[in-house]
Every structure is written in structure tokens, then in C-alpha cells.
């Protein structure tokens, strides 16, 4: 007969005191007298092998439907201690053998030798010998534990100990189930010294075969679950447990004995599914529809919503960002942040450097790297401060670039002084940012959707991608190579200089072209147009190039191989673009050969000579209705502003993120505004959100947990949300001016192969790119997407479609002069495109390819279904009216109406199970060849017969 003991209840049980398990389990093989360690799970099972004297490979464990059965078998017939209160083993020991004595599963003269048993010395894998101990004490001997392992587990972890032994003098299994009311820290129960939950005994004679230890692999791949451990924890009486062990029974997948060899170990997942995701897999099982079942699950406390009130959003910004001020400084220390710092660094003066030559090159002196480099460093320190998503990076885009060229060869054709006239774009466009902050116009964002995030920041990663590549091929013009010799042989020698006087003289080291040019000598000869060939400078550019990308690229990827200890795998992975950069700088310099390196300003002075106050005056030679004109500029500026700024705000504060400290859209259109306007003025180009510096800058920080399960992959905790990166970054750069003696050792190559890793980076971590590679893919070999699962393949790819046209034509817009003033419109109109997706696709299809927009998502939280408001509404009378096809009514009383709490009754339809029938006439078969028939009179003495026996005997 089962017996429950309860030693008490607590008053309050909550989630927050589930503690993870370790698991281990211990055998008691026949003639041994000592009880060794099997298997152990934290996430996934570990098996000792045989013959290997170690620990295998952690595997997903595979179990029989008919252990599961039994366990639950012998679960419901077992002795069940919950409440526990005791002080040691021999105390624990002698309560569970006295309930199997009570409840007549075994005779009284077995107590002592049970006890004995139990009592047995406990020997773990990691124990190289057994230590000796006294034959006058049944207590246990003190060994080490297991302190390396310890490392691997989680803080506050409990411990679940599984006993397993066949023993020649039992006739029937005996099972025992103990949950300790408070953890209690057993010595050497187990290898790691945790304190001990739960404790599970299964004893069976010994002609039961190998079914004894199949159970005990049942019981501890049960306590590895995290939900089976939530149950459990909670579980009250015999009911609970026996729930808990149906919910896992009713989510396990069998596999046909024909298609799969059980003696195969399962690799664990690169991805498990989550505890939120299974709670919500069990809601649908419980009879929740789709809908419902996500509304339940989801939180949708973030969202950026309009406030209504004047300056209420930035109001409420900066109440939210103010919570966590300091910890945007303190979170910043740690060895990640020096990683992302150095390498964030480099990646942010190459482009500067690039565009503020490009810029003086367009702008002719205008602006150039000296201004590109102050204005970063400026804006840099006051949005490190200031704003509301510091993971931003700003820098001088593409778009930006374009959009100042526009304006610049505008001012030449009307005879305006561009400089002047920019201040007044930058001011219009300062205060209508300012306008739309007082009047939260950033709630827009909640617009942006996927779709939109997607197509911008795939252009701005393809650009990376192609710029990279071009520049490094630009390097062949400017040192050539030699190609095909016999074709094109070198007549350089064959050029000479003719002086003003008729002098002939040939080049050489200490006389060459440009000693010729000063001279305002001409060139003379048939090798003049020969071009000066460089030996292998530009192969060796090639080599840096790709060397870099491909070096980040596997050391980054080193974190999650198989190689070195997790902590030495953890910081080559942080640093990989920083060792790449390091390696092949040093090759570079080894070999001595002329390859493009990059340049820095060495003096803090304007570009353009002319300038010799960095305030820019406000009209200058200008009339005064330039600062009237320039609100048309100014307000296509403030577009394209507010479109890069927000979708990069968007992107980077993704859900998949986690990102802790809240958003700040409004406070950072604010700063933006600042910026612009003050930027404007001192004659430095405008700083706005770069997509892809910003994104590497989160995937550099991310954080991941430095305890794992055997098996298990670090799992993704977060971004390291800090100030401190961003503002180091930027005081880097402004200093940069003092270091550009050790700057220009670094080769041009190696830094264009950092943009191909960051631009590579940024599109693969992009669905677009993964559903671009679905159209060469055949079906059979496609990934196990979930959006695959629910949307027709042929959707899948007409939404791609749509979005690669998008991406072409901002791409096209973008490379030619005469159409680039529309490239802002038409990022804006990529909101418009996705809006009229709704008419192409079903909302279903595009909960799954993209994110709903905001009026459907709203409406489905907030609107009720007008037919259940309509057929479910009780009258007077308290009865339910329900229209019927044929134009009748079923009227029902209200209070016969209530949910599925399961769509099918689980524990009564394995009652019914010819396997449960035969484990249960088994155990009474077994009782009464034993006790003559005597349990069964216990039993009616004691209690009516058991409702699950009428049943088996009434089948």
C-alpha cells in the first residue's frame, strides 16, 4: 500500500525559490558492497563508461515507454516522505524503511539489513580510491567533492540523489520518494558539496535485469528537466507528483523502434526550447487557441506609445534612463569592454578618415578628416553622456555625405558660401527635430518593423561589404603590378626630363618626377606613359585583406567550438579582431613593402586654409534670405536624420537583445537635434546613427553565461549595456591626432578587411539573408525555420522578393547624384511598401515573416471577440443563449460553461493502457505470492480498496 508522509506544508510556495538541480545517480551492483556513481545530469545525462574509468560525452537521453510506465508505476505505489525534516543519513534511512515496514511492502526483520544497505559507502567517479573505514560504524567515510565540477553549476544549486540496487533478498520492488522540507548538505551523498532536495530509492530483486538502473536513468533525466522541477517543488500530495510526471509524459516524443537505434547517444541542440516557450506549448495543449495562448505569454510592457502631453515622452525617457545612470558606467568593467573599446576604435577611424578625405576631395577643402575626426570625438562624449541608447555609435554615413554634396554644388551654382548656408540647414533642421520631440513624434517607430529594419540595414551592410572590396581593388591603380611581361615590357627607364633650357637629365633616387614637376621640366621619351610598377605591394594588400577577415572570422567563431577551457575560448573570442589587426600589422611591417597605410592629421587646424576661427559666421557673405531658404534643405535633412537615426534605434533595441535599461527614442532625437545644430556652427559635419558600427558595438558586448550545463551551450544573457565604451571610443578619437606617428603603421588593407568582417557580420544575423539563401535550397535541405513551418515556401519568397526590389531601388537612388536627394523619401517610404504588404499577405503569414504593425497588434489585444461578447453573454436568468446553424438557439445554464483545463485526461488514459495493466496486476501478483494474500487484507482494513485497483480489477 502507498503511504504518504508529510512532515508539514509551507504557508507560500513561489517559482523564485525553484532551485537548479544536479542530479546523480548511485548503483549497487550484486556482490559489491559499495555504491557507485552511474550517470549525473545537470541539463543533459553523463554516463561513466564501462571500461573508460571517465565521464561521456553529455547526450540528450533517450527512454523507453515502458520505463516511463513503471517509474510511474511505482511512483504511485511508492513510500512518499514530503516535508522531510532530518539531520543525517541514518535518520533519512530509518524513516523510509520504517514506512515500507508500516505499509507491509516488506517484512520487519528486513529493517536493520536495509538500513545497512543504504548505508553502504558512497564512491564517485572523480574518487581515485576508497578510503578506508571503520567495520565498528555504519556511517559513510568524507571524501573530497567534486570542486571542479562545482564550478559548472549554477549558484544556489540543489542536489537530487537516485538510488538504484537489485538485492537478492527482496521479492518485490521496493520504491521510495523523499522531498526534504529545507535542502540539507548530506556528506559525500553526492560528489559536489550542494545541499541535497530530493531523494529517490528503487530497489528490485535481482532476476528484474537491467530494470532497475532504466529507471533510475527515468527519475534523473525527469529531475533535469526545469519544469518537471517547478512541478515537483510545488507538489503537495501523491496527486501532484504523479501530475507532474503525466505533463512531461505528455509532452515526450516516442520514436518507432524500426527508424532509430536507442543505443545511439543524441548530440545535444545547438537550441533547446525555452521554459517560456513550452509554458506556452502547454497552454495550447490545455486548450487555449493559438492567439490566446500568445497573449497569455507575451509581455508588451516596452512599446513606445504617444503620450499625449507635451514633451511627455522625453519627460518619461529620462525618468526611465534615469533608474539606471549609474549602472551604465559600473556594468562597463569588465575585460569585455577593453575588446570592444580597441576594436571599436579602429573600426570608427577608418571610416572617418576615408570620408573626411572623400568630403575635402568633393567639398574642395570645405570640411575634411580634421573636422570628420573632431566632430566624432564631440558628439561622441556628449551622446556618451547625454543619450538615451548609448549602444548607438554615431558617425558621418553615407547618406550624409551625399545629401552635403547636393547641397554644396547647389550654393556653387547660386553664388552662395556654402559654409554659412549649411549652418542655417542644420538649425531648421535642429529645431524641427526639437518640435517633433515636444510632440513625440517618435512614436512612428512602432512602424518601423522588420521589414523596414531589415532593408535599411541590409544596404548600409552591403555598402560596408562592397566598399571594402573596392577599396582594396582601388589599390592596384595606385601601385600597380606587373602583368604579362612579354606583352607589356617596363620602359620606365626609358623617360627622361627635359629642363627649360633643353637639358635632358634621367630619373634616378636622388632626381624624380616630381623634382621635374618643381623644375617645370616636361617629361621626354617612349617610356614616360609606362606606369611605375610596385612588386607585390598590391598582392600583399590582398593578403592583409583576407588574411584579417578570415582570421576574425575563425577566432571569433573559436567560442563556441571544442577547443581550449571555455575562459581561454572566451577571451580569444573577444579579441579576435584585435589579434587579426595585430598579426598582420606586424607581418606588414616585417616585410617593408609599400603598401597604403592609413593617415591621421597631425595638427589641430581647419581643412580649408582660409578659415581661421572655427566658428562658422552665421550669414557670412550670404543675404539674409538664405537663412529663409535653407528650411527646405533643412527639413529634407531632418528626414533623412530622423529615418537613419530611429531605424538604427530600432534595430539595436531588438527584443532578441534583451536589452535591460530601457529605450530613449525621444531623448536621443533630442540630442540628435543639439548635435546638428551645434555641429553646423562650428563647421563639422553632422553625426547620426552609423547601422553598422552600432550593431557591432552590441554583438561585441554580448553577455553570456559563465556557468553551463556538460553539453549545454553558453546561453545569450544580454548586452552589456554601459556609457563607458562609447565615451572611451570617442576621446580615443579626438586624441588621435598625438598618435599618428604609431597610426600610420597600420596598413590601409588591414583595416578594409575589419569593414568586410563587420559588414558580413551585420548581414549574416539577418533573416533577409537567411530567406535569400532559401531560393537555392531544395526543400529537402532547407533549415527547420519556424516561419517554414506555417507560410508557404512560395510566400516565403515573394515576400524576399519585395524586399531585395526595396533594397535595389535604395541602392539605385543612393549611387547616382541626380536622384540622391530622394534617397531620405524613399527610406521613409519603406514604412508605406510594408504597409501595403497587409493587402499581399495574411496577418497569420506575416506574424511570421515580419511584425505585425501597431493597429493589429492593438487590436487583438484590446478588442474582444464581438462573437463571444455576442453568444456568451448571460441573461437575467443566468443561462447562455448560442445560435445554431439551423436558426435555433441552445440555451445552456452559465454554469456548466468552463475551459479545458486538457484536452485529453492524461493519467485516466494510461490507466487504460495495456502496459499499465500488466505493471499493475504484476505488482499485485507479486504482493500477494508474497504476503498470502495478507497485503490485501491490510489494505481493506486499513483503507477502502484504492480507486486505480477497482478499476484494473473491474477491467
Known amino acids: 500500500m502507498p503511504s504518504d508522509f508529510k512532515a508539514g506544508s509551507r504557508e507560500t510556495l513561489h517559482d523564485s525559490d525553484v532551485r537548479p538541480l544536479f542530479c546523480e545517480m548511485l548503483e549497487l551492483r550484486p556482490g559489491q558492497s559499495v555504491w557507485r556513481e552511474t550517470a549525473r545530469w545537470v541539463k543533459f545525462e553523463e554516463d561513466v563508461e564501462e571500461h573508460g574509468n571517465r565521464w561521456s560525452k553529455p547526450f540528450v537521453a533517450s527512454l523507453s515507454l515502458h520505463a516511463l510506465m513503471e517509474l510511474r508505476n511505482g511512483l504511485s505505489n511508492s513510500s512518499l516522505l514530503l516535508?522531510?525534516?532530518?539531520?543525517?543519513?541514518?535518520?533519512?534511512?530509518?524513516?523510509?524503511?520504517?514506512?515500507?515496514?508500516?505499509?507491509?511492502?516488506?517484512?520487519?526483520?528486513?529493517h536493520e539489513a536495509l538500513v545497512a544497505t543504504?548505508?553502504?559507502?558512497?564512491?564517485?567517479?572523480?574518487?581515485?580510491?576508497l578510503k578506508k573505514k571503520s567495520v565498528d560504524t555504519l556511517e559513510t567515510h568524507d571524501s573530497e567533492p567534486n570542486k571542479r565540477f562545482l564550478k559548472k553549476l549554477t549558484s544556489g544549486s540543489e542536489a537530487a540523489a537516485i538510488l538504484c540496487a537489485e538485492l537478492e533478498f527482496i521479492r518485490r520492488p521496493l520504491y521510495g520518494f523523499i522531498k526534504m522540507r529545507e535542502a540539507i548538505p548530506f556528506r559525500n551523498l553526492t560528489?559536489?558539496?550542494?545541499?541535497?532536495?530530493?531523494?529517490?530509492?528503487?530497489?528490485?530483486?535481482?532476476?528484474?535485469?537491467?530494470?532497475?538502473?532504466?529507471?533510475?536513468?527515468?527519475?534523473?533525466?525527469?529531475?533535469?528537466?526545469?519544469?518537471?522541477?517547478?512541478?515537483?517543488?510545488r507538489a503537495a500530495n501523491r496527486e501532484d507528483l504523479l501530475a507532474?510526471?503525466?505533463?512531461?509524459?505528455?509532452?515526450?516524443?516516442?520514436?518507432p523502434p524500426g527508424e532509430w537505434n536507442p543505443e545511439i547517444r543524441i548530440e545535444p541542440p545547438t537550441q533547446i526550447p525555452?521554459?517560456?516557450?513550452?509554458?506556452?506549448?502547454?497552454?495550447?495543449?490545455?486548450?487555449?487557441?493559438?492567439?490566446?495562448?500568445?497573449i497569455l505569454h507575451e509581455s508588451h510592457g516596452a512599446d513606445i506609445r504617444r503620450t499625449g502631453r507635451f514633451c511627455g515622452g522625453i519627460i518619461d525617457d529620462c525618468k526611465r534612463k534615469a533608474k539606471f545612470y549609474v549602472a551604465d558606467f559600473r556594468d562597463a568593467f569588465h575585460i569585455q569592454s577593453i575588446a570592444s573599446i580597441i576594436f571599436l576604435y579602429f573600426a570608427s577611424m577608418t571610416p572617418l578618415v576615408t570620408f573626411g578625405g572623400l568630403m575635402s576631395t568633393l567639398l574642395k577643402g570645405r570640411m575634411g578628416a580634421m573636422e570628420t575626426i573632431l566632430g566624432r570625438a564631440i558628439s561622441g562624449v556628449f551622446w556618451s553622456f547625454t543619450a538615451g541608447q548609448p549602444m548607438v555609435i554615431l558617425g558621418s554615413t553615407g547618406?550624409?555625405?551625399?545629401?552635403?554634396?547636393?547641397?554644396f554644388n547647389l550654393c556653387e551654382q547660386w553664388g552662395i558660401e556654402y559654409l554659412g548656408f549649411r549652418v542655417w540647414i542644420g538649425i531648421w533642421s535642429g529645431v524641427i527635430l526639437l518640435f517633433m520631440v515636444a510632440f513625440d513624434s517618435s512614436y512612428l517607430v512602432g512602424y518601423i518593423t522588420r521589414f523596414t529594419e531589415e532593408s535599411f540595414a541590409a544596404l548600409v551592410s552591403a555598402i560596408f561589404v562592397y566598399e571594402a572590396i573596392k577599396k582594396c581593388?582601388?589599390?592596384?591603380?595606385?601601385?600597380?603590378?606587373?602583368?604579362?611581361?612579354?606583352?607589356?615590357?617596363?620602359?620606365?627607364?626609358?623617360?627622361?626630363?627635359?629642363?627649360?633650357?633643353?637639358?635632358?637629365?634621367?630619373?634616378?633616387?636622388?632626381?624624380?618626377?616630381?623634382?621635374?614637376s618643381a623644375w617645370n621640366g616636361t617629361l621626354t621619351g617612349p617610356g614616360c606613359k609606362t606606369p611605375v610598377y610596385v612588386p607585390d605591394a598590391f598582392l600583399l594588400s590582398l593578403c592583409l585583406f583576407f588574411g584579417t577577415f578570415i582570421m576574425s572570422r575563425l577566432l571569433k567563431g573559436l567560442r563556441t567550438s571544442g577547443y581550449f577551457p571555455t575562459r581561454v575560448r572566451s577571451i580569444i573570442s573577444d579579441f579576435a579582431v584585435i589579434i587579426s589587426i595585430a598579426t598582420f600589422v606586424l607581418i606588414d611591417y616585417s616585410l617593408g613593402l609599400p603598401t597604403p597605410k592609413l593617415w591621421v592629421p597631425n595638427e589641430f587646424k581647419p581643412t580649408l586654409p582660409e578659415r581661421e576661427e572655427w566658428i562658422v559666421p552665421f550669414f557670412g557673405q550670404n543675404p539674409w534670405w538664405t537663412s529663409l531658404a535653407a528650411f527646405v534643405p533643412g527639413l529634407l535633412a531632418t528626414i533623412l536624420i530622423f529615418m537613419d537615426q530611429q531605424i538604427t534605434t530600432v534595430i539595436v533595441s531588438r527584443k532578441e537583445n534583451k536589452l535591460k535599461h530601457g529605450i530613449g527614442y525621444h531623448l536621443d532625437l533630442f540630442v540628435v537635434a543639439i548635435l546638428?545644430?551645434?555641429?553646423?556652427?562650428?563647421?563639422?559635419?553632422?553625426?547620426?546613427?552609423?547601422?553598422?558600427?552600432?550593431?557591432?558595438h552590441s554583438s561585441s558586448l554580448r553577455k553570456e553565461s559563465e556557468v553551463a550545463a556538460p553539453g549545454e551551450k553558453p546561453t545569450f544573457l544580454g548586452i552589456r549595456e554601459n556609457r563607458v565604451t562609447n565615451l572611451i571610443i570617442s576621446i580615443l578619437i579626438g586624441v588621435s591626432v598625438f598618435l599618428s606617428k604609431f597610426l600610420q603603421l597600420i596598413p590601409m588593407p588591414v583595416l578594409f578587411g575589419v569593414f568586410l568582417f563587420m559588414g558580413s557580420n551585420a548581414l549574416l544575423g539577418l533573416q533577409f539573408t537567411d530567406r535569400m539563401l532559401l531560393v537555392f535550397m531544395p526543400l529537402k535541405y532547407q533549415p527547420n525555420y519556424i516561419y517554414l513551418r506555417h507560410v508557404q515556401i512560395s510566400r516565403v519568397h515573394l515576400f524576399t522578393l519585395i524586399q531585395l526590389l526595396c533594397l535595389a531601388t535604395l541602392w539605385v537612388l543612393k549611387s547616382f547624384q541626380q536622384t540622391a536627394m530622394l534617397f531620405p523619401v524613399m527610406v521613409g517610404a519603406l514604412v508605406a511598401v510594408r504597409m501595403l504588404l497587409d493587402k499581399v499577405f495574411k496577418q497569420e503569414e506575416l506574424k511570421y515573416l515580419d511584425d505585425l504593425m501597431p493597429e493589429t497588434t492593438r487590436r487583438k489585444l484590446e478588442e474582444p471577440d464581438v462573437n463571444e461578447i455576442e453568444y456568451f453573454k448571460p441573461d437575467h436568468t443566468g443561462m447562455v443563449r448560442i445560435p445554431l446553424p439551423n436558426g435555433n438557439a441552445l440555451t445552456i445554464p452559465v454554469g456548466t460553461i468552463s475551459r479545458r483545463t486538457s484536452i485529453v485526461p492524461f493519467s485516466k488514459s494510461v490507466e487504460k493502457t495495456t502496459i499499465w495493466r500488466k505493471l499493475s496486476t504484476d505488482l499485485l501478483d507479486e504482493t500477494t505470492q508474497k504476503n498470502g494474500g495478507l497485503a490485501s487484507a491490510q489494505w481493506s482494513k486499513r483503507d477502502p480498496e484504492p480507486a486505480e485497483t477497482k478499476h484494473l480489477l473491474k477491467d
Open 274 to 294: 525555452t521554459t517560456e516557450a513550452r509554458q506556452l506549448e502547454k497552454r495550447l495543449r490545455q486548450g487555449y487557441d493559438e492567439e490566446q495562448a500568445e
Open 473 to 516: 581593388l582601388h589599390i592596384a591603380e595606385e601601385r600597380p603590378i606587373r602583368t604579362n611581361p612579354a606583352i607589356n615590357p617596363d620602359n620606365s627607364h626609358l623617360c627622361d626630363c627635359l629642363t627649360p633650357e633643353n637639358d635632358t637629365i634621367p630619373f634616378s633616387d636622388n632626381f624624380t618626377r616630381l623634382n621635374c
Open 191 to 233: 560528489e559536489v558539496k550542494v545541499p541535497v532536495r530530493y531523494v529517490f530509492v528503487a530497489l528490485t530483486p535481482k532476476t528484474q535485469g537491467n530494470k532497475v538502473r532504466e529507471l533510475g536513468r527515468t527519475m534523473g533525466t525527469l529531475f533535469s528537466d526545469e519544469l518537471f522541477q517547478h512541478a515537483v517543488f
Open 244 to 255: 507532474a510526471v503525466d505533463d512531461f509524459m505528455g509532452s515526450s516524443t516516442v520514436l
Open 676 to 696: 546638428t545644430a551645434v555641429l553646423s556652427m562650428i563647421g563639422m559635419p553632422w553625426m547620426i546613427a552609423d547601422t553598422v558600427l552600432s550593431l557591432t
Open 83 to 110: 516535508e522531510m525534516e532530518t539531520g543525517s543519513l541514518v535518520e533519512m534511512w530509518n524513516i523510509l524503511v520504517n514506512s515500507w515496514v508500516q505499509t507491509g511492502q516488506i517484512p520487519g526483520s528486513f
Open 118 to 129: 543504504l548505508l553502504q559507502p558512497y564512491r564517485h567517479q572523480h574518487q581515485q580510491r
Open 399 to 407: 547618406p550624409i555625405l551625399v545629401f552635403e554634396v547636393i547641397i
